[in-house]
């Protein structure tokens, strides 16, 4: 059972450089999710995609990119990284709306350094 | 707007004791709460949810929460802390209806540590 599977787990940027954090899910889920974590901030949501072929912005979305390349994968794009994305990724899913059976499933994580 | 505030950074217990952690919440109408947990280098997990129903709600690993609508608190326990409970735990509140998990708003977070 893989879940939701987040690559990298680490990853060092230079300010300006650009780079993708990619996120699988092979649950069959319809909506997936970016988080970012913050020490002191909890989980604030940067772009979710409610299902295949549809995204919008989160609380955070400035200087981030998504894609919805299908269903099982959903990527976060950094453009031209600066220190304030230092953080930690998380991606998740879950299998639709909220309801009496939703929980999100959540990856490890991708630890980001932007120096 | 809705909000959700975990008034302790960390809460300290000891191995065998009750353990609680604190949540209080505000959203406009009925809430969906839920608890999550994060331990080192990991996802968070899902331990329970409430929607509706009866107001004690129990969940994963022997975890339990209190919803409270008077009082607008939905707080974790657990009648005796493990040492492998020691993590990071996490509330969450949604407006009750339709909708995905954009709707959620999570808490800071609340350190347990279980001191054997």
């Known amino acids: 059972n893989a879940g939701v599977t987040q690559t990298p787990k680490f990853q060092v940027l230079k300010t300006g450089q650009s780079m993708t954090l990619q996120c699988a899910q092979d649950?069959?889920?319809?909506?997936m999710y970016w988080y970012r974590q913050d020490p002191g901030m909890g989980l604030r949501l940067i772009y979710y995609s409610a299902s295949e072929g549809t995204t919008d912005k989160g609380e955070v979305p400035n200087g981030y990119n998504v894609s919805r390349l299908n269903k099982r994968e959903f990527s976060l794009r950094l453009e031209s990284a600066a220190p304030s994305q230092t953080s930690v990724y998380f991606c998740?899913?879950?299998?639709?709306?909220?309801?009496?059976?939703?929980?999100?499933?959540f990856g490890q994580g991708t630890r980001l350094t932007v120096v | 707007a809705q909000s959700v505030a975990q008034p302790e950074d960390q809460v300290n217990v000891a191995e065998g004791n009750p353990l609680t952690v604190k949540c209080t919440y505000s959203?406009?109408?009925?809430?969906?709460l839920f608890w999550y947990v994060q331990y080192p280098n990991r996802g968070l997990q899902f331990l329970l949810k409430?929607?509706?129903?009866?107001?004690l709600v129990k969940g994963s690993y022997g975890f339990e929460a209190e919803f409270n609508k008077s009082q607008t608190s939905f707080h974790l326990k657990k009648p005796s802390a493990l040492v492998s409970d020691s993590a990071l735990y996490f509330c969450a509140v949604s407006p009750l209806g339709r909708g995905g998990y954009q709707k959620v708003t999570f808490g800071t977070g609340t350190k347990l540590q279980v001191i054997p």
């Open positions: 649950m069959n889920h319809n909506s």
């Open positions: 998740a899913s879950t299998l639709g709306g909220l309801g009496p059976n939703t929980e999100a499933f």
């Open positions: 409430y929607i509706t129903g009866d107001n």
């Open positions: 959203v406009s109408g009925n809430p969906y």
